[in-house]
């Protein structure tokens, strides 16, 4: 006997206590979300200090003798 033979065409249980959960609030559970707050935010604005960090430095004639 394979595993599951005996239980794979069972009927789907419906909970008689429990009313079924909508899909789009089961879609809800599973979707993405932010665990860091403004973490995203944060990221961009240390990119464009860095970048404008090193612009200045390029523009610096000293920075390549």
Do not use: C
Request: net charge negative.
């Amino acid at each position: 006997m394979d595993n599951y033979d005996d239980i794979i065409n069972l009927p789907h249980h419906v909970s008689k206590r429990h009313p079924q959960m909508s899909m789009w609030n089961r879609a809800a559970q599973f979707a993405p979300f932010a665990a860091l707050t403004g973490y995203e935010e944060s990221i961009k604005e240390s990119a464009q200090e860095n970048e404008k960090l090193f612009e200045k430095k390029m523009d610096d004639e000293s920075f390549f003798e």
